[in-house]
Structure formats: structure tokens, C-alpha cells
């Protein structure tokens, strides 16, 4: 830090508090902290080696060290800090819009280059910035009304969103597609204890489908809802029109104060500046927030014909469009919380998958359960227990393979076993057949 007199008054740690006097002028300088300097350096060389961003994170929060705020490193810190062009002795203005300066990114940045000691070199870094770009993928839009219930799923235990995912397993000709839960680390909001549930797709928007339609079918259910689609419709365009008024005023305020700054004096030049820049972030709001309520107004007409035709779209689910039902689903249901727990029947312990619907107050006052039995995995010897339990006579090793799909004896023997030891069904003589315990 420099004086008025160009006489070098302080040196200013990273971490430290100061306010330059307006008269005054700095320096950027490396960290008299080595260890601070060294780590820096191993942190660029590690992802031109070839190292992930996450595992740099790791090797700082590993080390000991803190952010300015003294908090832990996180990945899109890291990421921010190795695609800095202030590392490698440039400096950068126009990024950002502060007191009377404006941001002017769009129009083309301020580079001063060598502007100070750089602690990597501009190859370095031109190299980290070329590895970081072969890394990005080009990833293409996916399938809209690929994920029914995107959005709409969260975890019970950690409260994040559950999100669509892929799984070849061996053995499997086509992958299985699961919602799963987003909860991972270096991520915001990552709790440690969370189970990480994971259900599958088809079952779970089976149900969730089914229970709807089941609703709907209730004397005017549906019209009630096409009734609110209406009323949401009309809301939301009123507001669109609202906010695309203030949208006008607004850039009238932004042109005038252009003008006014342009002929402003050194006093009024820094309120000026300010005004323009909260005005500018207000259009900037106000844009995003017309853009968003337009594509929700979109597809509403579709959505009314969709609910019309529930019924009939879930006994055809494969040819449905899956655009409209899916916004059809968005507009009648509120949340969908899934989770996972230890259960036990009998004497079986299993994981057991369970959660909650809650849909509008039209349908349902009240959250409405997901057992495990609608969307968890496959228990036989529960299915075995429910098929003896629908027969009027004792069912044998026979009936067992048959609702299987196996002539594989020991196979339906195993389950069966199951099913005894959970208590549901008993076995009647040696060769009675079992029958409910």
C-alpha cells in the first residue's frame, strides 16, 4: 500500500481488513505465507497433470487451509480461484459492476498484462485453461418429459433434490433409469448421514400416476382443477403484464440517467453511477422473471387436455405424450419425498423404501403414503406370501415357480423359506402345501 507521495506505507495480508484512503494506490504482491504461495502452484500444476478439480479441493481442506471467509474450499471455489487470470500476473476490469464503475463485459474486457509478479506463469495458466475446456462435454438438452417428476422428487432425509439417473447392471440388456437422491460431497448442503434413497423410475410414476387417476375420477375432481389451471393461467399473465410495465419504466429511468451522467458533475457522478447499476440489476430481474413465467404459460391449454384424458394416458403410458403429462402432473401435485429405513416382518430384516405424496387441496387434504410394496425393489417372498393369502386351497413348489418364472426348484424354495421365516405363511403336513400362518 502506497501513500500519496508514492511512499510504501503497509503491506496488506489476503485475509486482513483495510480501507484505502481515496488518495492512496496498491500493489498486488505474492503472500509472504510460502506455504500459501507453494500451495497456489501445486494446485495449477495438479489439473494441467491431469488431477479433477475435486481432487484439488480435497488436497487444500487436507492441508489446512481457508478461504478469506475461513471457511472450507469448495469446488466452485477452487474452480473460480484456477481460472483467475490475476495468478498469472494480468488484471481484469470490467467484470463486474461496483459504486461508479459499470460492468462491461458484453462489449469487450480490460486486460492489463504483467500489471504484477504473477505467481504461475501465463503458460501455466493458458495451459489450465486449455485442459479445463478439453474437459467440458457438449451436453445436449435430454428428452423433455424424460423425468415426469423432475423437480418434484426430494430426499426425506437431506431435503435435496432427487435427480435422474442411468444403471447398467450385469447381465441387463438395457439400462434401468432411478431417481436418486443428489446429496454428494463437495456440493452445497451435503449431510454425511444422509442414506442416499434411490427408487425406480417406472414404479414410482406408475403410482404416482395411478394415484391421480384414481383421484380424478372422484366427481369433479376434475373439473375443480381445470378450474385452478384457468385461474393460475390468467394470474400469471396479469403479472407477465405487470412486470413487462415496470420492465418499460424502468429502461426509461436507465436512458434518462445515461443522459444525466454524461453531463454530471464529480459530486452527483457516483450516486448517478449507483442508481444506474441498482436499475440495470432490476431490468435484469424483471427479464428473467417474464422469460420464466412465459415458458410456464406455454404449455397450460395441453395440460387441461392431458388431465382430461388421465385415465386413458396411464392405461397407454408408452404412447402418452410425456411433455403434457408431465406439466399435467406439475400443476396437481405439490411434492414427492422419498426415503429409505430398516423394516423387519417376522423374522426378515430388509431395507425398505417409503415416502410421501402431497398433491393440491382439490385432490387431497393430506399427504397420501408410498408404501414399499409401489416403488421398492422386488421382494418374492412377499409376493408369495400375498398369492397364498388370494388362494382358497394350499399352494405348492410348483405354483411358487410358475408365478416366479423359473423351473428352478431351490429357487422358489429359497423364497419361499422367506415368506415362513417373516411369519406369513406355514407349511400343512409334508406334502399339504403351505397355506396363511
Known amino acids: 500500500m502506497y501513500d500519496d507521495q508514492g511512499k510504501l506505507v503497509k503491506r496488506i495480508g489476503f485475509k486482513e481488513r483495510f480501507r484505502k484512503p481515496p488518495t492512496w494506490s496498491s500493489q498486488l504482491v505474492p503472500s509472504e505465507d510460502a506455504t500459501v504461495v507453494d500451495s497456489i502452484r501445486w494446485m495449477f500444476d495438479a489439473v494441467r497433470q491431469g488431477h479433477s478439480v475435486g481432487h484439488v479441493c480435497r488436497g487444500l481442506n487436507e492441508r489446512g487451509l481457508t478461504t478469506i471467509a475461513e471457511k472450507p474450499f469448495t469446488y466452485n471455489t477452487v474452480l473460480g480461484m484456477i481460472q483467475n487470470p490475476t495468478y498469472a500476473g494480468k488484471l481484469v476490469a470490467g467484470r463486474s459492476s461496483k459504486a461508479k464503475f ?18 504461475v506463469s501465463p503458460d501455466v495458466f493458458d495451459a489450465v485453461q486449455a485442459t479445463l475446456a478439453n474437459r467440458k462435454r457438449s451436453h445436449q438438452r435430454g428428452d423433455a418429459g424424460k423425468y415426469m417428476l423432475s423437480g418434484l422428487v426430494r430426499c426425506i432425509h437431506c431435503g435435496n433434490r432427487m435427480h435422474g439417473v442411468h444403471r447398467q447392471d450385469r447381465g441387463r440388456e438395457t439400462p434401468q433409469i432411478f431417481y436418486q437422491c443428489g446429496n454428494a460431497p463437495l456440493t452445497p448442503g451435503f449431510d454425511p448421514k444422509c442414506p442416499h434413497p434411490v427408487v425406480r423410475q417406472d414404479r414410482l410414476e406408475a403410482f404416482i400416476i395411478d394415484t391421480l387417476r384414481t383421484h380424478l375420477m372422484k366427481t369433479k375432481a376434475a373439473e375443480h382443477i381445470k378450474d385452478a389451471i384457468r385461474r393460475a393461467k390468467t394470474k400469471r399473465s396479469k403479472q407477465v403484464t405487470g412486470d413487462e410495465r415496470k420492465l418499460a419504466s424502468v429502461r426509461q429511468k436507465i ?4 443522459e444525466n451522467l454524461a453531463l454530471a458533475d464529480r459530486e452527483n457522478f457516483a450516486a448517478i453511477s449507483k442508481l444506474l447499476s441498482t436499475w440495470r440489476d432490476e431490468e435484469s430481474a424483471l427479464l428473467a422473471r417474464i422469460e420464466n413465467r412465459a415458458v410456464e404459460l406455454a404449455p397450460l391449454p395441453e395440460a387441461i387436455d392431458v388431465i382430461e384424458r388421465l385415465g386413458e394416458a396411464f392405461t397407454k403410458i408408452k404412447s402418452a405424450d410425456r411433455v403434457k403429462l408431465a406439466h399435467a402432473i406439475r400443476l396437481t401435485v405439490e411434492s414427492i419425498t422419498i426415503g429409505t429405513r430398516n423394516a423387519k416382518t417376522g423374522g426378515i430384516k430388509y431395507p425398505e423404501i417409503f415416502g410421501e405424496l402431497t398433491v393440491i387441496p382439490t385432490l387431497a387434504k393430506r399427504p397420501m403414503p408410498i408404501p414399499d410394496e409401489a416403488i421398492g425393489r422386488r421382494k418374492i417372498w412377499r409376493e408369495i406370501a400375498d398369492l397364498v393369502r388370494q388362494s382358497k386351497t394350499p399352494l405348492h413348489l410348483k405354483d411358487f415357480c410358475r408365478h416366479i418364472g423359473t423351473e428352478d ?8 423359506r422367506r415368506a415362513e421365516l417373516a411369519g406369513l405363511i406355514m407349511k400343512v403336513g409334508h406334502r399339504g402345501g403351505w397355506v396363511v400362518s
Open 409 to 416: 426348484a431351490s429357487h422358489a424354495a429359497y423364497h419361499v
Open 102 to 119: 459499470c460492468r462491461f463485459d458484453q462489449e469487450g474486457l480490460i486486460i492489463v498484462e504483467d500489471a504484477h509478479e504473477a505467481i
Open 255 to 258: 436512458e434518462r440517467g445515461t
